[in-house]
């Protein structure tokens, strides 16, 4: 357990990752595999908030210290869009209840988290300058709130009226809450790579979350085109709906050339080396996020000629997985065996 001290906050990426490569695996047919990361990834959800309990307990200083940094505090907001995306996977599994007790503790981690890093961050007399406080980690202030937005459409469906209309409004609400986060953090981050110098080093793989962000928000708002025909103002805003969330898909496809082009300036012709960090789970993250939102925009808007995109890209999620699941293992290996031995 006393690696729990220097747990990365953003650790719950390997939860976001691991469930949305298996609803992507679901969508395209792999029913085994998305059963059997289903169960792994339960485990790795209990394991996870185990040692954050425990770094609670026993090393709460170390975590108050990554809570009032800029850069590694929005890591903390992974745990909030891990408990949707596993909600996610309890829905599709029929464990509704499961799902329901999930919802209610994201949104409540949702509001203590929000409110509490920026709040904290905001009030700090001294602050780090944009180019050494800013990441792709803040973005995961849009994913978390756009996992609940998500996680409530889809749980509307199961719920009676009247609670269902406000279940909807409370998913459009946290749906444009995530909008107008990510026009605010995507512009600092925009300026920090235009004109701060940006070196290997500083392409950390949290970066793909601006492409993920646009990913789990074009999910959330083909979910509630579909989901119109259950609250009156839904299906009112259709047009403004349906306009956004291809909006949304266009920003995230939009960045994947750009991203590809700076993993391989870091990483071939910098020869920046290529060894396992958890920071990469939030790179994996995005690749199972587009391609399952491609699937659902595509059903719900009836743009069946995109399907095949995400034919495609279940295949680079799942190839994305699989690496950084080896990198994973080998570390905890490598981890382990020293331990042992030196009993």
């Known amino acids: 357990m006393r690696g729990a001290r220097r747990l990365s906050p953003a650790y719950f990426a390997l939860v976001m990752a691991t469930g949305i490569v298996s609803i992507a695996s679901e969508r395209a047919g792999f029913h085994p595999i998305a059963v059997a990361l289903l169960w792994l990834n339960t485990t790795q ?171 789990i928000s074009t999910l959330a708002g083909s979910v509630l085109i579909e989901n119109a025909a259950d609250a009156w103002f839904l299906e009112e805003l259709l047009p403004f709906l349906k306009g956004f969330t291809i909006f949304f898909w266009a920003a995230g496809t939009w960045w ?23 920071a990469y789970w939030s790179a994996v993250f995005p690749l199972g996020m587009y391609t399952v939102c491609t699937y659902e925009m595509s059903s719900a808007m009836r743009l069946e000629f995109l399907r095949p995109i995400a034919d495609v890209c279940v295949y680079v999620a799942l190839l994305a997985w699989t690496a950084a699941f080896i990198g994973l293992v080998r570390k905890l290996a490598s981890d382990l065996i020293p331990a042992l031995n030196s009993r």
């Open 45 to 215: 959800f209990v394991a996870l908030w185990i040692l954050t309990s425990w770094r609670l307990i026993r090393y709460r200083r170390a975590l108050i210290v990554d809570l009032t940094d800029h850069r590694s505090a929005p890591g903390f907001l992974s745990a909030v869009a891990a408990t949707g995306v596993m909600a996610n996977q309890f829905i599709l599994a029929g464990a509704l209840d499961v799902a329901m007790g999930l919802w209610i503790f994201g949104i409540l981690l949702w509001i203590i988290l929000t409110y509490t890093i920026f709040a904290n961050l905001t009030i700090m007399e001294a602050k780090p300058t944009i180019d050494q406080g800013i990441t792709g980690a803040w973005l995961l202030a849009v994913v978390s709130t756009q996992a609940i937005a998500l996680l409530s459409a889809l749980l509307a469906r199961h719920i009676h009226q009247p609670l269902r209309l406000d279940v909807n409004f409370l998913a459009l609400s946290m749906l444009l809450w995530g909008g107008m986060m990510y026009i605010s953090i995507i512009s600092l981050i925009f300026y920090r790579y235009m004109f701060f110098k940006f070196s290997p080093a500083d392409f950390v793989p949290s970066y793909w979350i601006n492409m993920g962000a646009m990913a």
């Open 256 to 278: 994947i050339p750009l991203l590809i082009v700076l993993f391989v300036w870091r990483h071939v012709y910098r020869r920046f080396p290529l060894r396992y960090d958890p």
